[in-house]
């Protein structure tokens, strides 16, 4: 039976952007031979007007093709920890976090033409100068490859990395010849963005909303506090600061709505008022797009309203699914690397969600209900989606979304573009209706932060398998079908397969321990049948970032942990307990085990010493050091770590924090031939002051897991540390080149190691 006209085009782009996400999910790219054959098969597809797969093969072929040249535009490995001098502009607003400024670099030239990529992100530590959008500067700069954390439920930093085009990471270098050589263009958006920047900065200075308006007015979200970001995500109303298609849509919307009407009062007949409405909205799109620097959830929206705004202005009677459906194609045939962000499903399924239910069923008796009726769809619409890719959902989205889209939406918006487009011209009035905005913000904020205080706002559940959304996604048609459709409730019952996966746990007497990738630093996972213990937790990186809550508590929530029973902080260095402050602000955590109960003491926590032990599902827990004699205060901090002994049978892993040769002599003093592990998390990251050939003959471990950073400044692991383990005949695993490692110990005795770089590894992944 043949398709309907109408649903064939539909169907088309459907499966052009389904060969896109298929490439996304490869490890590699397809060969130049690969890529030929695809090409052929194209051809012939087309010619035999087999369209539907020949639509899949095209999506492959242009996306394998994009992404390769992408890829091409990065950093030599030769080049990794070289000094090279660039000249280039900065782009965008910088970042500045403390006394360290964050940026991206677009590189004109490069000393002795050294092949550098064009686009390219640094940081300046301690930056004596004060960079601005648009300037042209020399820099020496040190650079590396694209590179970050890999774990399961964190955020993949080389993926947004790629999708950004950025083919380097770095850091200026001192040095004299660093220096600023051009202004920024007198009349370029950047140079007007920083100047808007500034301007809001120094006039709310001293107010708490300054960065909900400066990302109302130029997408610039760095000022937003972690509490701000924590309201905004539990009451789901985070989508109405950031610069998007919602934004954008309301402005088109606003401006065609007022321009139409104006030509009408004043009697303008030489143009059709709403072909001037047309140009007024599309204009006013591009101008705040403009400001929010084209990001590409901006770029996206651009594509939308003007699909949206050409029909009207051709007096096209077109279907809203068709215009959906053309920008689909026309925001992955500009950038097929946009499928990656989260915003792109999202926001596409948001404005299909609003034509489904708008299609004849809001009511008429006025706007505030048709608003509930919308902000409820979209809320149970996106719900999965949401799951899979933050795995929490907000159950109270629809009213607050009520509630904020009027405040934030239809009056802070316009009046925040008003104070911008006025402080040039008119100071005083500016800064006026910037001050009204703070005022609005400030008074709207109590509501927002007592709903998100509520403790039943947010329901966290880790991350369904894909393939639930196949029952998922018609179980929300089902729900948001007319009233009068038989069996809508039974759409429930499609949410069963995404609502009942939970990961799996060790089976009773095994236990699983996961090294996390926190960079230069510690944090391991300990999970047994019921119970889980984390050990130490990375490190703090300044205001605003630190590992547990950017890596140890994204994974605790993959892996379905809502409540640790023990956190262990084996010591006070910043690399091993930076991250348990905010891991506390956002885990329940029953009992906290440190050496330095005086640096948690808001926490209630215990001193570990030698001899603590417990048992949790026939796995047995021993802290073996430190050992708590009077000799132990005159040690180093690093040999007063705690040092864990997890061990089930013959089977057992030692974690040893950053114990040096002293505290190691002595765990061989007191324990000997009992040291013996399968699994060891190597000393000091690798250090030469750890790891001497006498404690690894005592432990003897099969596999030796390093946790070190990429490239790091102190150079672990060292090479005279390798060579011991190599000679000890244990393999060597290392965070900063394999990712999360898992060991899985069996209660027969198996170990299986997972490495997260080699299982879950993307084409655009370091490796």
């Known amino acids: 039976?043949?398709?309907?006209?109408?649903?064939?085009?539909?169907?088309?782009?459907?499966?052009?952007?389904?060969?896109?996400?298929?490439?996304?999910?490869?490890?590699?790219?397809?060969?130049?031979?690969?890529?030929?054959?695809?090409?052929?098969?194209?051809?012939?597809?087309?010619?035999?007007?087999?369209?539907?797969?020949?639509?899949?093969?095209?999506?492959?072929?242009?996306?394998?093709?994009?992404?390769?040249?992408?890829?091409?535009?990065?950093?030599?490995s030769e080049l990794q920890q070289q000094d090279v001098q660039v000249a280039g502009y900065i782009d965008g607003l910088p970042d500045r976090r403390d006394a360290d400024l964050r940026f991206d670099f677009n590189i004109d030239r490069a000393g002795g033409a050294i092949p550098v990529p064009g686009h390219i992100r640094l940081t300046w530590y301690r930056a004596p100068y004060d960079l601005k959008a648009g300037e042209y500067w020399r820099l020496n700069v040190r650079l590396k490859r694209p590179h970050g954390f890999a774990n399961p439920g964190g955020m993949d930093y080389e993926q947004w990395l790629f999708s950004q085009g950025i083919g380097a990471t770095g850091y200026v270098r001192e040095s004299p010849e660093n220096g600023k050589l051009e202004e920024s263009p007198a009349f370029s958006i950047q140079r007007w963005r920083q100047w808007l920047d500034d301007q809001i900065g120094m006039r709310l200075q001293h107010s708490d909303m300054r960065g909900i308006v400066k990302a109302l007015v130029l997408g610039n979200e760095q000022d937003i506090t972690q509490d701000q970001w924590t309201v905004l995500r539990r009451t789901g109303t985070a989508h109405l600061i950031a610069i998007s298609g919602s934004h954008i849509s309301l402005i088109a919307g606003f401006c065609f709505f007022w321009t139409r009407r104006l030509c009408a009062a004043i009697g303008l007949m030489r143009w059709p008022p709403s072909a001037v409405a047309v140009?007024?909205?599309?204009?006013?799109?591009?101008?705040?797009?403009?400001?929010?620097?084209?990001?590409?959830?901006?770029?996206?929206?651009?594509?939308?309203?003007?699909?949206?705004?050409?029909?009207?202005?051709?007096?096209?009677?077109?279907?809203?699914?068709?215009?959906?459906?053309?920008?689909?194609?026309?925001?992955?045939?500009?950038d097929p690397t946009a499928i990656l962000s989260a915003g792109f499903w999202l926001s596409?399924?948001?404005?299909?969600?609003?034509?489904?239910?708008?299609?004849?069923?809001?009511?008429?008796?006025?706007?505030?209900?048709?608003?509930?009726?919308?902000?409820?769809?979209?809320?149970?619409?996106?719900?999965?989606?949401?799951?899979?890719?933050?795995?929490?959902?907000?159950?109270?989205?629809?009213?607050?979304?009520?509630?904020?889209?009027p405040v934030l939406g239809v009056l802070a918006i316009p009046l925040c573009l008003v104070a911008a487009l006025l402080l040039p011209v008119v100071p005083a009035a500016g800064d006026f209706l910037l001050r009204g905005t703070e005022t609005l913000l400030h008074g709207f904020w109590p509501l927002l932060q007592w709903m998100a205080s509520l403790s039943w706002v947010q329901w966290t559940h880790s991350a369904p398998p894909w393939w639930t959304l196949l029952f998922a996604v018609p179980g929300v048609i089902l729900l948001?079908?007319?009233?009068?459709?038989?069996?809508?409730?039974?759409?429930?019952?499609?949410?069963?397969?995404?609502?009942?996966?939970?990961?799996?746990?060790?089976p009773a007497d095994g236990f699983r321990l996961t090294l996390l990738d926190v960079g230069q630093g510690l944090s391991a996972v300990v999970q047994t049948q019921a119970h889980n213990l984390v050990f130490d937790t990375g490190a703090r990186m300044g205001s605003g970032f630190d590992m547990g809550s950017a890596v140890v508590e994204p994974f605790l929530r993959d892996s379905g942990v809502a409540n640790l029973d023990t956190l262990v902080i084996s010591h006070g260095d910043n690399d091993h307990i930076g991250g348990a402050y905010s891991l506390h602000e956002r885990v329940n955590i029953r009992q906290t085990l440190t050496s330095v109960p005086e640096r948690l003491n808001g926490f209630s926590p215990l001193r570990c010493r030698a001899g603590q032990s417990w048992e949790w599902d026939g796995v047995r827990f021993d802290i073996l050091s430190p050992d708590g004699d009077a000799a132990a205060a005159a040690r180093k901090e690093n040999d007063n770590s705690c040092v864990l002994r997890v061990a089930r049978g013959n089977s057992c892993a030692l974690l040893t924090a950053d114990i040096e040769k002293e505290a190691e002599n002595r765990l061989l003093e007191i324990y000997g031939a009992g040291l013996r592990c399968r699994v060891l998390v190597v000393p000091h990251h690798g250090s030469n002051t750890s790891s001497t050939g006498a404690f690894l003959a005592a432990v003897q471990p099969e596999y030796a897991l390093i946790p070190a950073g990429f490239l790091n400044r102190f150079n672990f692991p060292r090479p005279q540390v390798m060579q011991r383990y190599q000679t000890q005949g244990a393999l060597v695993l290392n965070t900063a080149e394999e990712g999360a490692i898992r060991a899985e110990f069996a209660p027969d005795g198996g170990l299986v190691i997972d490495r997260y770089r080699t299982s879950h590894t993307r084409y655009w992944n370091a490796r």
């Open 1 to 76: 039976m043949p398709l309907p006209q109408r649903l064939f085009t539909p169907l088309l782009i459907l499966a052009f952007v389904a060969g896109i996400g298929l490439v996304q999910s490869f490890s590699y790219l397809p060969s130049a031979q690969l890529t030929a054959f695809i090409a052929a098969a194209l051809v012939i597809m087309v010619l035999t007007r087999v369209y539907f797969p020949a639509a899949l093969m095209a999506g492959i072929l242009w996306a394998s093709i994009f992404a390769s040249v992408r890829l091409h535009d990065a950093l030599p």
């Open 279 to 334: 140009v007024a909205a599309v204009f006013a799109s591009v101008v705040y797009a403009g400001l929010a620097d084209f990001a590409i959830p901006t770029r996206r929206a651009l594509i939308m309203i003007a699909l949206a705004m050409g029909a009207i202005f051709l007096q096209r009677n077109t279907r809203p699914l068709q215009v959906l459906m053309l920008a689909l194609l026309l925001v992955t045939l500009h």
């Open 348 to 405: 596409f399924a948001a404005i299909g969600i609003i034509l489904y239910a708008a299609a004849g069923q809001l009511d008429r008796v006025g706007w505030w209900a048709d608003l509930w009726k919308i902000n409820w769809a979209t809320s149970l619409g996106l719900a999965p989606l949401t799951l899979l890719f933050f795995q929490q959902v907000s159950l109270i989205s629809p009213l607050a979304n009520l509630l904020a889209i």
């Open 480 to 506: 948001l079908a007319p009233r009068a459709t038989p069996g809508r409730w039974l759409g429930l019952m499609l949410w069963l397969p995404a609502l009942s996966q939970v990961p799996a746990r060790p």
